[in-house]
């Protein structure tokens, strides 16, 4: 059985490095699905979302919270669109930056790699050191096909620095968790080259998405940060490997919602804008 970071370089392969990230808000959903219960708006338009953008990318990242928001039915509907994602030959990334320890960690990660979530690949906050992420990384290998992990690196976000830029031993905070996330990765690399512990480096910070870059060869990247939130292609371009892999970039609203609701051609905007992406970031 394929091993994950060996799928996901055949995704990125076959579609180019795009994610579409599904943070779908109910005040965002198009007119039609206005009278709908919002779980099942959520789920309906998640669903439509997967069609429109099937072509132009092999990965998508659907944000717990925006389902765990609507409580149980909200759980639900994250199941259902799991589930047709995985049915559609997606690889998914299941965004819930978990990090906790011992039975906890555990608990958290058979949910997501289980056949509660099913998903692909988790994110992870590494606060709590070592013994946050190890649970994690275990039921990843365990399970079947093995799963992969994501490890919050230097995130896209404005605040992001005030943290992880902190001098630690002479050093920014994030170049020693990213040192941390190489050597859980080194433990079960792929023909692709790449292992199954990733780092989520944001696009919005460039230079150190360079940095770490070379400093983590044989590591996966998830970008965040491209489109809605400023990074560009050009910021990109240096998380790939010279064989074209190495990352997957991300982009949520730019996808999913270049459309006002009451706009009646928005399936035709999604799609325009997932072509773009794939456009761009293949380069």
């Not at 699905?33 to 919002?38: I, Y």
């Not at 992880?164 to 690399?189: I, K, M, S, T």
Request: aromatic share 8%.
């Amino acid at each position: 059985m394929t091993a994950f970071p060996d799928r996901l370089a055949e995704a990125v392969r076959r579609h180019g490095p795009l994610c579409v990230g599904l943070d779908p808000r109910v005040q965002m959903l198009p007119a039609e699905f206005a009278r709908q219960e919002p779980a099942v708006a959520l789920e309906r338009f998640c669903l439509k979302v997967l069609e429109l953008v099937r072509p132009f990318c092999g990965v998508v990242k659907p944000q717990a919270a925006f389902f765990e928001l609507l409580g149980p039915a909200g759980f639900a509907a994250l199941g259902a669109v799991q589930r047709r994602a995985k049915e559609m030959g997606f690889v998914t990334i299941l965004d819930a930056k978990r990090g906790d320890i011992a039975s906890t960690a555990q608990a958290y990660a058979e949910a997501a790699f289980g056949p509660v979530w099913d998903a692909d690949a988790l994110t992870v906050n590494p606060y709590l050191g070592a013994d946050a992420v190890e649970p994690f990384v275990t039921v990843a290998r365990h399970s079947a096909p093995t799963r992969g992990l994501f490890v919050l690196v230097r995130t896209s976000n404005p605040g992001g620095g005030l943290f992880q830029n902190r001098l630690c031993d002479g050093r920014p905070l994030y170049q020693h968790v990213g040192e941390a996330v190489a050597e859980w990765n080194a433990a079960r690399v792929g023909a692709c080259g790449l292992g199954d512990v990733g780092a989520v480096v944001g696009a919005t910070h460039p230079a150190e998405l360079a940095e770490l870059r070379a400093a983590l060869p044989k590591v996966w990247f998830l970008i965040p940060g491209y489109g809605a939130q400023g990074g560009t292609a050009a910021d990109v371009r240096a998380g790939y490997l010279p064989s074209g892999l190495g990352a997957v970039v991300n982009s949520s609203r730019g996808v999913v919602f270049p459309f006002r609701p009451e706009d009646p051609s928005w399936e035709a905007k999604v799609t325009d804008a997932a072509r773009k992406a794939q456009t761009e970031l293949k380069g």
